[in-house]
């Protein structure tokens, strides 16, 4: 079964970097889920300035926003995994050893929908 592990890392204010995982610790980890055969697709995400906000109105009406983070967000989303495993206890395994999931950060592990079966 497919599992969408989504990275949100702890904000940072420059205060605290040696909490953060090293990028070392990513690479172990990367390296670890890859080798285990299980990865179906994974990437991480530009720094949350460069975002893009889409709305729509009731009226229809879009409205557009790039003046990055904002202040109702806590957690800043970092990157995703989708892994292939037999089950939600294997997804949750690699969730807990992804380095994201440390240091005031968190892992969301959805299942992905299968609307074909």
């Not at 995994?81 to 089950?87: A, C, L, R, S």
Request: glycine letters at 10%; a negative charge.
């Amino acid at each position: 079964m497919k599992y969408l592990l989504l990275i949100n890392s702890a904000p940072t204010d420059g205060t605290d970097a040696a909490d953060q995982c090293a990028f070392e610790d990513w690479q172990g980890y990367d390296k670890a889920i890859q080798d285990a055969g299980v990865v179906v697709d994974s990437h991480a995400l530009a720094d949350l300035t460069t975002a893009t906000t889409v709305r729509v109105g009731p009226d229809g009406e879009r409205s557009i926003t790039t003046d990055g983070p904002f202040a109702e967000t806590r957690e800043v989303l970092g990157g995703y995994y989708v892994i292939d495993v037999p089950d939600l206890d294997t997804a949750l395994e690699w969730a807990a050893r992804c380095p994201g999931a440390r240091d005031g950060g968190s892992v969301v592990v959805r299942p992905v929908a299968d609307f074909e079966g």
